[in-house]
């Protein structure tokens, strides 16, 4: 998954304001306790971000 592709299903999925307010905010225990933006900074794997942020908020396993 590219960058761009993860922003544009955020968006999708939470809408602008809250896919960034997400991604900067909300602490993932799956991302060993980094944000979002953190971790892909740290050099986690986008995807990876991408399925730590739908198993914490459920979404279905057809849009991942």
């Known amino acids: 998954m590219r960058l761009q592709e993860f922003w544009s ?9 809250r896919a960034r307010s ?5 602490v993932f ?16 794997p986008v995807r990876k971000v991408w399925l730590a942020i739908c198993e914490e908020y459920d979404v279905p396993p ?3």
């Open 29 to 44: 225990a799956a991302l060993d306790g980094r944000t979002a933006v953190d971790a892909i900074d740290a050099g986690v």
């Open 62 to 64: 057809k849009e991942r």
């Open 9 to 17: 299903r955020l968006d999708g999925h939470f809408g602008s304001m």
């Open 22 to 26: 997400l991604t900067r905010d909300h």
